[in-house]
């Protein structure tokens, strides 16, 4: 028995020098500024997960779904499903209730009551004023079905807000120069949501209205929150199109992107916010182009913009909090190790973990047709 002891004693003398060694290691590399990008990915991503059941569920849906697509780990399918479920309730409640007398004024004005106080939610309800049932369609209907869709289902009362989504016309709103200068990128992906359920097709028209808005000539005379505003909606030109990280896109069809972030990237690096700058490199990463000069830039600047102390990027004001930066830091984590395949879904109805537990209101669609398709489009060059 006391041997015993003694051995147990030495075992565990052993194992806090290797700690104490590992933490030593650890501090160097951090003062000497040597985190490869592999590490800084790692430690974002060991951070994230062991807090994710502290995060809301709209959180875990969102990195869920991102690392699935990185990855093809079924282990996050789980977190999609819980937004499933989420979405799912809100979705029945929103869409089946729109045919109701007032439910869409009355939801609409609740909808922009909660947008904020501060100056981009100022701006935003200004905005909105010509257009005040646009949020309902296109921040409520299509935010809920487009993803519903994206794994797989169809939503309750699908039929209903199909036919509603259809009779209502989003031109006015996605081309007025105010709601684009108010949230550039949040349009972009009411355009692409709509075109994916089949409701309209308004990419062009928004694609227009965006370059009248932002001529790249009258870059100078834009403040930082501008500028800002116009990357974001130009990154998510080409994260849309790809499905949101499903697949790539041909590169051709965004040369007027690319060119302009790599011609203006030492302008980005010191404007952006590290969530636009890892939306650009995510953005040649996406087009086929992961050797692209801009790809390497935007990678030392935010393994850079990682802090030890918080295991993650914080912050432009240096708060390290997880749910409003969790955006962010899955971001840099796609940036700093970007996979050789993207994945499609995850379809959960698919998937063994999660098909038992699916939402008794959601319908699975036929995937065959979807898949068929995928397997002849050719990959983007």
Request: hydrophobic letters at 35%.
């Amino acid at each position: 028995m006391l041997a015993i002891r003694k051995f147990k004693s030495l075992t565990s003398l052993i194992s806090f020098s290797l700690l104490l060694t590992c933490a030593s290691s650890f501090a160097e590399t951090r003062d000497n500024h040597q985190l490869t990008h592999q590490q800084v990915r790692s430690a974002i991503q060991l951070n994230l997960e062991q807090n994710m059941y502290s995060l809301p569920p709209r959180i875990q849906g969102h990195y869920g779904l991102r690392m699935y697509r990185m990855t093809g780990d079924e282990k996050y399918a789980n977190a999609a499903l819980i937004d499933l479920i989420t979405i799912t309730e809100r979705q029945n409640y929103f869409a089946c209730n729109m045919d109701k007398p007032n439910f869409i004024e009355d939801e609409a004005e609740q909808a922009i009551s909660v947008l904020g106080k501060g100056p981009r939610a100022k701006a935003r309800k200004k905005a909105l004023k010509p257009f005040p049932e646009f949020i309902f369609y296109s921040d409520i209907l299509l935010r809920y079905a487009s993803r519903t869709d994206e794994l797989g289902f169809m939503g309750p009362c699908h039929e209903q807000m199909i036919k509603g989504l259809k009779a209502y016309d989003l031109t006015p709103a996605l081309t007025d120069p105010k709601m684009i200068t108010s949230w550039a990128a949040q349009l972009v992906n009411y355009v692409y949501w709509a075109k994916q359920l089949n409701v309209g097709d308004y990419v062009e028209v928004y694609k227009q209205a965006f370059i009248e808005t932002y001529p790249d000539d009258k870059d100078n005379n834009l403040d930082k929150k501008q500028y800002r505003n116009k990357l974001y909606g130009m990154t998510h030109f080409i994260f849309a199109s790809s499905g949101y990280y499903q697949e790539q896109v041909n590169a051709k069809d965004y040369q007027w992107i690319l060119d302009f972030f790599n011609n203006n990237i030492d302008r980005i690096l010191t404007d952006a916010t590290d969530d636009i700058i890892s939306e650009v490199g995510i953005s040649f990463l996406l087009a086929g182009q992961p050797n692209h000069p801009v790809v390497k830039k935007t990678q030392n600047h935010i393994a850079a913009s990682f802090i030890p102390e918080y295991q993650l990027i914080p912050s432009p004001r240096g708060n390290p909090n997880m749910v409003s930066g969790e955006h962010r830091n899955v971001l840099a984590m796609m940036l700093l190790d970007w996979p050789e395949k993207l994945h499609k879904g995850p379809y959960l109805a698919e998937i063994k973990a999660t098909k038992k537990y699916l939402p008794v209101q959601v319908t699975p669609k036929d995937l065959t047709k979807t898949n068929s398709n995928t397997k002849e489009k050719p990959s983007a060059k």
